[in-house]
């Protein structure tokens, strides 16, 4: 395993020297920053001695900002102008986001998300890059010195989009990027070193505005990813939201003014935080229509209002058991990560499912930055006590589009990575010269189920007759989980190749139901394939027959050419139909030809021969 001593390039530690690098967790609701000092990975604190950023950005009147706790003490005061949970919006178009509860004025971009503050239009990256700024000046503040990069965590379930939207604000923030990590694998390997623990593990991660689950294999020395899961749009957050609805409801209220709204947000926030310490607690609160609310709310009732919160997550996880193929019993200990696993309905219910009690000894709140510090420590090139794997997966299946609307998978969900895979495809047209290879992510059988990533074209294709050129695609994701995808013509190594930027990520739930469907329609999907494939091959030999028809058909008498072109119609009348009865059309299409085929066959030896003598031959 000492692959993993080898630096990034130009990051080789000389030797005795240490160079600095560090983790972060860019949080929806907290951010924090690590770094391994004297070969033990610590979280470091600002001047007060707070480890925790508040991921809340506040833009004032003279081009200054202030961020975190700041920000955070002014957001019921002024809600336009100071903008939380970035990370939710990070990566997205405007109509991919629920804003009904969200204080902002966008803007009109229909690419990604701007946000109206008094020092202009703000995208989710920016305000991104604005909070990493603040933990880059901490950690080199802290260790006196300029960091050689960083290592920071991304939800599991973050597709390319919201990745690079991610390094995007990193750079934007002078930070190098050394790897993207998904937050439950960090989690993971700050329990697998500190623990010393073997065998499979779930890693159960509720932060303020995701849920993620995967599924570990931890060995000496090698950390495995058999599976991830999750719901980007469930986290803390809603179970504040819910809270807040049950306030208004409870007090018959109809809120119309921003700051109502985050007084009654940020109470809620607080209530529910005191709920996970006490049996109950008291919410008051004076709006500025002049109603006073004054509710007490128990913890009993707060988990009766949150409980299907909790279920829904869950079902991730029992998909992602299933994905690598392992049962309740075969869980030896359950990672709680994420501030929101302080819930005790949450601590309950996973209990519950697992039968074990979950793994509580690292701070939740933590876990995911130290584990970034210490693969930051060995990406920089210093020396590590301990020398280990580390084997993420990619979370859904990356392929293109072939003829007929089909989606072929390239790269299957839960692939390693880093990884690269790749195919040869041909021509379906003679004399075509040219293919557009378009780029789909998702689980269904049809180009129309998945998503559209990115398209490009490879031109140069010799002119050849159909299924004669040999194109071979490669589909490479790196080990941040980037795509990139080439494609070649063998015969003349002429190729195109693009880097998967596209300009917004998937919806969250999309992605949830994007891997349900997947599920729930695979009879039918296979059904959908089965029939266009046998559209294709039908095409194919209506396309063959026609054009021997246009260069011999003289060798066919007129009975014999009406049965073909009696056949051809037969067979262009059946493709609405099933696989199976275009497959049958198709072979008596074939079968109608045979005898035509043979003629054709005994003219083109007559003419290949003509004018040849028989030494020759």
Same mark, same amino acid.
């Given at each position: 395993?000492?692959?993993?001593?080898?630096?990034?390039?130009?990051?080789?530690?000389?030797?005795?020297?240490?160079?600095?690098?560090?983790?972060?967790?860019?949080?929806?609701?907290?951010?924090?920053?690590?770094?391994?000092?004297?070969?033990?990975?610590?979280?470091?604190?600002?001047?007060?001695?707070?480890?925790?950023? +508040?991921?809340?950005?506040?833009?004032?009147?003279?081009?200054?900002?202030?961020?975190?706790?700041?920000?955070?003490?002014?957001?019921?005061?002024?809600?336009?102008?100071?903008?939380?949970?970035?990370?939710?919006?990070?990566?997205?178009? @405007?109509?991919?986001?629920?804003?009904?509860?969200? +204080?902002?004025?966008?803007?009109?971009? %229909?690419?990604?998300?701007?946000?109206?503050?008094?020092?202009?239009?703000?995208?989710?990256?920016?305000?991104?890059?604005?909070?990493?700024?603040?933990?880059?000046?901490?950690?080199?503040?802290?260790?006196?010195? /300029? @960091?050689?990069?960083?290592?920071?965590?991304?939800?599991?379930?973050?597709?390319?989009?919201?990745?690079?939207?991610?390094? #995007?604000?990193?750079?934007?923030?002078?930070?190098?990027? =050394?790897?993207?990590?998904?937050? *439950?694998?960090?989690?993971?390997?700050?329990? !697998?070193?500190?623990?010393?623990?073997?065998?499979?593990?779930?890693?159960?991660?509720?932060?303020?505005?995701?849920?993620?689950?995967?599924?570990?294999?931890?060995?000496?020395?090698?950390?495995?990813?058999?599976?991830?899961?999750?719901?980007?749009?469930?986290?803390?957050?809603?179970? #504040?939201?819910?809270?807040?609805?049950?306030?208004?409801?409870?007090?018959?209220?109809?809120?119309?003014?921003?700051? /109502?709204?985050? =007084?009654?947000?940020?109470?809620?926030?607080?209530?529910?935080?005191?709920?996970?310490?006490?049996?109950?607690?008291?919410?008051?609160?004076?709006?500025?229509?002049?109603?006073?609310?004054?509710?007490?709310?128990?913890?009993?009732?707060?988990?009766?209002?949150?409980?299907?919160?909790?279920?829904?997550? @869950?079902? *991730?996880?029992?998909q992602a058991m299933k994905d690598a193929g392992v049962g309740k019993a075969d869980i030896k200990g359950v990672i709680m990560v994420g501030g929101a696993t302080r819930m005790p309905h949450v601590q309950q219910a996973v209990a519950a499912f697992f039968?074990?009690? +979950?793994?509580?000894?690292?701070? +939740?709140?933590?876990?995911?930055?130290?584990?970034?510090?210490?693969?930051?420590?060995?990406?920089?090139?210093?020396?590590n006590e301990e020398e280990w794997l580390l084997l993420d997966v990619t979370p859904l299946s990356l392929g293109l589009e072939t003829y007929g609307g089909l989606?072929?998978?390239?790269?299957?969900?839960?692939?390693?990575?880093?990884?690269?895979?790749?195919?040869?495809?041909?021509?379906?047209?003679?004399?075509?010269?040219?293919?557009?290879?378009?780029?789909?992510?998702?689980?269904?059988?049809?180009?129309?189920?998945?998503?559209?990533?990115?398209?490009?074209?490879?031109?140069?294709?010799?002119?050849?007759?159909?299924?004669?050129?040999?194109?071979?695609?490669?589909?490479?994701? #790196?080990?941040?989980?980037?795509?990139?995808?080439?494609?070649?013509?063998?015969?003349?190594?002429?190729?195109?190749?693009? %880097?998967?930027?596209?300009?917004?990520?998937?919806? /969250?739930?999309?992605?949830?139901?994007?891997?349900? /469907?997947?599920?729930?329609?695979?009879?039918? #999907?296979?059904?959908?394939?089965?029939?266009?494939?046998?559209?294709?091959?039908?095409?194919?030999?209506?396309?063959?027959?026609?054009?021997?028809?246009?260069?011999?058909?003289?060798?066919?008498?007129?009975?014999?050419?009406?049965?073909?072109?009696?056949?051809?119609?037969?067979?262009?009348?059946?493709? %609405?139909?099933?696989?199976?009865?275009?497959?049958?059309?198709?072979?008596?299409?074939?079968?109608?030809?045979?005898?035509?085929?043979?003629?054709?066959?005994?003219?083109?030896?007559?003419?290949?021969?003509? !004018?040849?003598?028989?030494?020759?031959?």
């Open positions: 395993m000492a692959l993993l001593q080898i630096a990034e390039p130009g990051l080789s530690a000389a030797p005795h020297q240490h160079r600095l690098a560090a983790g972060i967790d860019l949080g929806t609701t907290n951010s924090l920053v690590a770094t391994v000092k004297s070969g033990s990975a610590v979280c470091l604190a600002d001047a007060e001695g707070r480890a925790s950023l +508040p991921s809340v950005v506040r833009y004032l009147p003279d081009g200054a900002l202030a961020a975190g706790y700041e920000a955070l003490a002014a957001q019921k005061s002024d809600p336009a102008h100071t903008v939380s949970s970035a990370k939710r919006l990070i990566g997205r178009k @405007l109509e991919d986001v629920d804003t009904s509860h969200l +204080p902002y004025r966008f803007g009109p971009s %229909e690419r990604l998300i701007e946000i109206h503050t008094r020092q202009g239009l703000k995208t989710p990256i920016d305000v991104s890059a604005d909070i990493l700024r603040v933990l880059k000046q901490r950690a080199e503040e802290s260790l006196g010195g /300029d @960091l050689v990069g960083a290592v920071i965590t991304v939800p599991a379930y973050f597709d390319e989009a919201q990745r690079q939207a991610t390094k #995007d604000a990193a750079r934007l923030a002078g930070i190098n990027v =050394l790897r993207l990590l998904n937050e *439950p694998t960090a989690a993971a390997i700050a329990y !697998g070193l500190d623990n010393r623990s073997e065998g499979t593990f779930v890693v159960y991660d509720l932060g303020g505005g995701t849920f993620d689950v995967s599924v570990l294999q931890l060995s000496k020395g090698l950390f495995e990813v058999k599976a991830t899961g999750g719901n980007s749009a469930l986290g803390g957050n809603d179970f #504040d939201h819910r809270l807040f609805c049950h306030l208004i409801e409870a007090n018959g209220l109809s809120i119309t003014d921003d700051h /109502d709204a985050q =007084l009654l947000l940020s109470l809620a926030r607080e209530a529910k935080e005191t709920l996970s310490r006490l049996p109950e607690t008291r919410i008051q609160a004076v709006l500025s229509s002049g109603k006073t609310i004054d509710t007490v709310i128990t913890r009993t009732e707060f988990h009766a209002l949150t409980q299907h919160l909790v279920a829904k997550t @869950l079902e *991730p996880v029992k039968g074990q009690t +979950p793994l509580n000894n690292l701070n +939740p709140d933590q876990v995911v930055a130290l584990g970034a510090a210490m693969q930051a420590n060995v990406l920089a090139g210093n020396k989606a072929e998978k390239i790269i299957p969900r839960n692939s390693t990575l880093p990884t690269a895979r790749a195919q040869e495809f041909t021509t379906f047209k003679d004399g075509q010269t040219a293919m557009t290879i378009h780029v789909v992510q998702g689980e269904r059988e049809l180009v129309a189920d998945c998503r559209s990533l990115a398209k490009f074209t490879l031109r140069g294709i010799p002119p050849m007759v159909a299924g004669a050129a040999r194109i071979r695609v490669t589909f490479q994701v #790196d080990a941040d989980g980037l795509l990139s995808v080439s494609a070649r013509e063998e015969s003349t190594g002429v190729q195109a190749q693009i %880097e998967v930027k596209p300009s917004y990520g998937l919806d /969250d739930e999309t992605i949830t139901r994007m891997l349900k /469907d997947s599920l729930s329609h695979a009879r039918d #999907d296979a059904a959908v394939r089965a029939r266009a494939e046998a559209q294709v091959e039908a095409e194919g030999l209506i396309a063959a027959v026609s054009a021997a028809l246009a260069l011999d058909g003289d060798l066919l008498q007129a009975d014999e050419l009406a049965a073909v072109e009696q056949a051809v119609t037969a067979l262009q009348n059946r493709f %609405e139909d099933s696989a199976e009865a275009i497959r049958h059309a198709t072979q008596m299409l074939a079968q109608a030809t045979d005898e035509f085929a043979a003629r054709r066959m005994d003219r083109n030896i007559q003419r290949a021969l003509t !004018g040849q003598r028989v030494e020759d031959i």
